[in-house]
């Protein structure tokens, strides 16, 4: 069955970095487009980062852009999101998706708190 396991997240002051991973199995993972979310508390889940199949394509949000950068290592089914000069209002759950066979796909999530 479909799995995507996200991990990395943790507690940053402003301005480090975290690596965020996200594990995925049980689909042909070369195969699919993937994506980054976020959601923070009271808000709405957002779209942060997608990553085309083979990885030459990506896109962000505006608020990822020039801090975020999005990779992918197909022979290790692996979705990786690089955050860097982090900030408070990046603390949120981020969530691995991608959309297989119509149906949408999530990971469980991983908690990213920025905070001095």
């Known amino acids: 069955q479909v799995q995507l396991v996200e991990s990395g997240g943790g507690l940053v002051q402003p301005g480090g970095s975290l690596r965020l991973s996200c594990a995925a199995s049980g689909f042909m993972f070369s195969a699919y487009e993937m994506n980054w979310y976020r959601q923070a508390p009271e808000k709405e889940r957002a779209l942060v980062a997608t990553?085309?199949?083979?990885?030459?394509?990506?896109n962000y949000a505006d608020s990822a852009k020039g801090r975020f950068t999005i990779s992918r290592d197909n022979g290790k089914n692996t979705v990786y999101l690089q955050m860097n000069s982090l900030k408070p209002e990046d603390t949120a759950v981020y969530y691995c998706n991608a959309i297989i066979l119509g149906n949408n796909r999530w990971g469980q999530g991983t908690q990213v708190t920025v905070s001095s």
């Open positions: 990553i085309s199949r083979a990885g030459e394509r990506t």
